[in-house]
């Protein structure tokens, strides 16, 4: 049955803190302390930074992004780890196939998120039980916390999902999508970055109630086609359709080098350290990939990326480690210190659907 994007229910729902929950389950000992995953810390010097943390990190004011020195100043005492990836994308799949086995459609959206369209099962009303079967099946069976939010399209649901965390369950039905965005900030609404935030604010627009008064004319003067995206969304409108393509979007490691550096060995052998993980979690995944980037960022955050796509998908290492060294040359031919060198893969496919071309090692 096909129905129209309006009669739909969406659900979206978020691990929370999901590396540092997945580093809790691991080790009892962990709990109730702070729990930082990401760059080393290294007394406050270490660059990089924090990948996740747990809520008694947030607490001391950590988060998500914050370079790992300031989240270090701010928490000495917290628990300091590396990520462990393949022990979070074994978690990611277990939970995954447990969401997917309750959709009529399923879109994952990272390894801690997800969509599921479950229109032809539930009504909104039933929604609720479905979504507390659902928190409840991944904490038996994973010993993970997951907030859930429903509404009528992935704009709400994800915003829901949100509302409450961690463990939360929000249901916006769609008479009440106005009155739930009303009082949020304009900065939940896609596309609305820091920069385009001030902008809005200077034009008076701090709440998405106050956008909403705001005409489709003005919005679209002022912002041309985004405008009217975001005229759209301060109703809560959002007509995309799940995209339930089976896998990661892209698979990525890059590190930070303890000083910016020029040297063209350790550029290079860093990368291919960066290579060897991403091989290895594809490995782990079963899957081959069409799309290279190696990412570089000079001295003062300066950054460039090359990416190639190739004409068949591969899966071995060797083909990733010159692919990556190619692309990384002209980065390294300027002469000029770097401070990140990265290395992702994408458009991933099956091995068995593809030619043996490209099977390295
Ligand atoms: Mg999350």
Redesign the pocket.
């Known amino acids: 049955m096909s129905l129209h994007p309006a009669d739909r229910i969406v659900m979206h729902v978020?691990?929370?803190c999901?590396f540092a929950a997945v580093e809790e389950r691991e080790d009892p000992s962990l709990k109730g302390r702070p729990v930082i995953v990401g760059s080393d810390p290294k007394g406050g010097q270490g660059r990089g930074i924090v990948a996740t943390c747990n809520y008694a990190a947030r607490k001391f004011g950590l988060r998500s992004a914050m370079p790992i020195s300031i989240a270090y100043r701010r928490c000495p005492s917290g628990v300091y780890l590396r990520p462990r990836f393949s022990l979070y994308t074994q978690a990611s799949r277990k939970v995954m196939d447990l969401l997917r086995s309750a959709a009529d459609v399923f879109e994952p959206a990272g390894i801690?998120?997800a969509y599921l369209d479950v229109s032809s099962r539930v009504t909104f009303e039933s929604a609720r039980d479905l979504a507390r079967e659902l928190q409840a099946g991944i904490l038996g069976k994973e010993g993970l916390s997951a907030s859930v939010g429903l509404g009528p399209n992935k704009l709400v649901a994800k915003i829901a999902s949100d509302h409450r965390k961690p463990g939360g369950l929000t249901a916006v039905i769609p008479s009440r999508v106005a009155e739930f965005l009303d009082p949020k900030g304009v900065a939940i609404l896609r596309g609305v970055g820091p920069k385009t935030r001030e902008f809005l604010l200077s034009l008076g627009y701090e709440t998405v109630a106050q956008l909403r008064a705001a005409s489709r004319e003005f919005l679209f003067r002022e912002f041309g086609k985004f405008g009217l995206h975001l005229w759209d969304e301060a109703r809560g409108i959002d007509d995309r359709p799940l995209d339930p393509s089976w896998d990661a979007k892209s698979i990525g490691r890059e590190v930070t080098f303890e000083t910016d550096t020029a040297d063209a060995a350790l550029v290079g052998e860093t990368l291919l350290e960066c290579v060897a993980e991403v091989h290895r979690e594809m490995v782990s995944e079963g899957l081959w990939c069409r799309t290279l980037t190696v990412k570089a960022r000079f001295s003062g955050y300066e950054t460039h990326s090359k990416q190639t796509t190739l004409r068949l998908s591969t899966g071995g290492l060797a083909h990733l480690e010159s692919g990556a060294l190619s692309m990384l040359e002209p980065f390294l031919g300027q002469g000029r210190s770097l401070r990140l060198v990265g290395f992702s893969v994408a458009k991933f496919s099956p091995p068995e659907d593809l030619l043996p071309l490209g099977a390295g090692d």
Request: hydrophobic share 35%; proline share 0%.
């Open positions: 978020d691990m929370d999901f801690d998120e």
